[in-house]
């Protein structure tokens, strides 16, 4: 199947391997544009040089490849998914990965060692007040950096005769402009992003678990029950 994928136009991914090991052709779509704020950047990284933080949180894979090939030293890394740690290893830096892909567990796995602990979290400046309360109950202390910005494009997304189009997050469904034609598979990375699509009057018909790859292994699953569904290789 041809997968319309939404990626920030900034990032470079490899996405098209990933997809190929499921079978599946992909290309990137992009509903937004990122807005690099370097002054940002620069205090988060010389705050971290300053051993401010005892552990730093990165909730996806572009603060990771701003900031990780700037950092000298680091406390404790922890990363919201496989890609985000592999961006973080392109830069020699170890992280763990929270065992399901949403920020949400990010407390609960810490679990007391939070307690009195600074977190910094490089992000785009869009706010996830859950998580700061949810870390400052827990008895921690934290500091979100907006390193980027999010930008709409306001462009129909160019997905021609692709057979599913995967919103890899809820501001790119919202932000979103396509042709809903009969027959297109919509898919959701995980939850969250699932959420708010149902918000929005759309019903995802694959559901991830926070990761690509997990949300092709949910559309194998899913086109593999229905047998009206053609896949590659005649699957």
Not at 123 to 142: H, M, Q, T
Request: with cysteine; charged share 25%.
């Amino acid at each position: 199947m041809l997968i319309a994928i939404t990626r920030l136009q900034e990032k470079s991914t490899d996405d098209e391997a990933r997809c190929a090991r499921f079978g599946h052709r992909c290309f990137p779509v992009s509903p937004l544009r990122a807005r690099v704020n370097l002054e940002e950047i620069a205090r988060f990284v010389e705050d971290t040089d300053r051993s401010t933080f005892d552990c730093i949180f990165f909730t996806s894979a572009l603060p990771a490849r701003l900031i990780g090939p700037r950092l000298s030293r680091w406390p404790r890394v922890v990363a919201i998914g496989p890609q985000t740690r592999r961006e973080l290893e392109a830069c020699g830096i170890e992280s763990e990965v929270l065992p399901r892909y949403y920020s949400s567990d990010f407390v609960r796995f810490l679990g007391p060692w939070i307690e009195g602990k600074h977190i910094g979290i490089p992000r785009a400046d869009v706010p996830n007040p859950s998580l700061l309360s949810s870390i400052r109950d827990a008895g921690g202390r934290v500091t979100e950096v907006a390193c980027y910005s999010l930008i709409p494009t306001g462009e129909p997304l160019p997905i021609g005769d692709a057979g599913a189009l995967l919103f890899t997050s809820a501001m790119s469904y919202r932000e979103a402009r396509w042709e809903d034609r009969p027959g297109l598979l919509l898919a959701a990375i995980g939850e969250v992003t699932a959420g708010a699509m149902r918000d929005g009057g759309h019903e995802p018909a694959v559901v991830g678990d926070g990761s690509l790859e997990g949300t092709l292994d949910a559309l194998n699953r899913y086109l593999d029950q229905d047998p009206g569904t053609r896949r590659p290789g005649g699957r």
